[in-house]
């Protein structure tokens, strides 16, 4: 059974994708502090509600059933945001307590993300035994 099908499974592992390469952004930012005229880069989120309307319709059966999501892909641009503070005097904008800040957060949710797969995958697995995970 392919589990990438089911729609939280798959929103579960794009998201995982997602704080990966911000995760990438962050550390990159992080070993360019010290370069004159460096500015932070930051890496856009995926928009999940845009991304999942009308990708699939399926057939409903009763007026009261939910329509269904189809498998989202996100594309990550990765983009130089507008400097909000000053810069230092040799131009760089990196500012260190605002990117730890941003990788805890992304770390965060990233484990929340395992969390909530792995979850999915239990439930699965004991709701069928026949599948091999």
């Not at 939280?8 to 070993?31: D, F, G």
């Not at 059966?61 to 939910?66: D, E, L, Q, R």
């Not at 990117?99 to 069928?128: C, H, P, V």
């Amino acid at each position: 059974m392919d589990l990438q099908g089911l729609s939280v499974l798959n929103l579960a592992s794009q998201n995982m994708k997602y704080l990966t390469e911000k995760e990438r952004v962050i550390a990159t930012n992080l070993a360019n502090s010290n370069t004159p005229g460096y500015l932070a880069r930051d890496i856009k989120k995926p928009d999940f509600g845009s991304e999942l309307s009308g990708k699939l319709a399926m057939k409903t059966t009763n007026p009261m059933h939910m329509s269904g999501i189809g498998r989202a892909v996100f594309s990550n641009e990765v983009y130089t945001p507008q400097p909000t503070t000053p810069l230092t005097i040799d131009g760089n904008g990196v500012i260190i307590e605002d990117q730890l800040n941003e990788a805890s957060k992304a770390s965060g949710e990233y484990n929340r993300m395992i969390t909530i797969y792995n979850k999915y995958r239990t439930m699965l697995k004991t709701a069928n035994t026949k599948i091999n995970i």
